[in-house]
């Protein structure tokens, strides 16, 4: 006996993918990539050194103050962890092979790309991202404050990279000329090309940031 199988039309399949974002349909496959993982841990869970490799999973990170408990794959990096397991989407992957500069974030103040850091190696480090940079009362990081008041960037996907950059380079050299500042960002990359304008926001955020020290 032949049977026939319905397919279904092309007009179903598009009403089913409307609702699936880019996002969610990363964060499903790292889901499924975990789902497949603990199933082999399961399998294996009769020998002591795989039931040593499970735990290893499970880690504490400080992220922005705070420590955070999460399930980390071996080969997982920060950018992955920090956007799609604990939902800091500020920080934005660009290029994803440390060259754009877009997911910098600051690891023990020091800029870091953190598509090109493992998240195991943060373990006894203290992660800082956009999104720990204001004040508990809402108050902006003056760097983010300066960005404000002169407009600095344009698609703004690179902006969370350039701030953190800024931010962990100012710890060093609070008031830096126009050449330092610029040789300080260099690592990272605008695609919009504005690089006049980025300066001019961060050389105001600086300013702003002495001028909190002043009155401090």
Do not use: W
């Not at 754009?100 to 953190?114: F, K, N, W």
């Not at 992660?127 to 809402?138: F, N, P, R, S, Y």
């Not at 504005?194 to 702003?208: C, M, P, Q, V």
């Amino acid at each position: 006996m032949e049977v026939m199988f319905d397919m279904p039309d092309e007009s179903n399949i598009k009403e089913v993918l409307k609702g699936v974002s880019r996002r969610k349909f990363i964060q499903g496959v790292i889901a499924g990539g975990a789902g497949v993982s603990a199933a082999t841990y399961l399998f294996r869970a009769s020998t002591a050194t795989s039931a040593a490799s499970a735990g290893e999973r499970l880690i504490t990170i400080n992220v922005n103050g705070r420590d955070r408990r999460v399930d980390v794959m071996k080969q997982e990096t920060l950018a992955m962890t920090l956007r799609y397991k604990l939902g800091l989407t500020g920080t934005k992957i660009g290029c994803d092979r440390a060259e754009c500069g877009a997911c910098t974030v600051l690891i023990d103040g020091v800029p870091r790309y953190s598509c090109s850091t493992l998240t195991h190696t943060v373990r006894n480090a203290k992660v800082l991202t956009i999104e720990g940079l204001a004040k508990e009362d809402g108050t902006l990081h003056p760097v983010q404050q300066g960005i404000i008041e002169e407009q600095g960037f344009q698609c703004a996907f690179c902006m969370s990279g350039f701030v953190m950059a800024s931010v962990g380079f100012l710890q060093t050299n609070p008031n830096p000329t126009r050449a330092e500042l610029a040789h300080g960002i260099s690592g990272n990359l605008c695609r919009c090309q504005d690089y006049d304008k980025i300066l001019t926001a961060l050389l105001r955020g600086a300013e702003i940031m002495r001028g909190e020290a002043t009155h401090a």
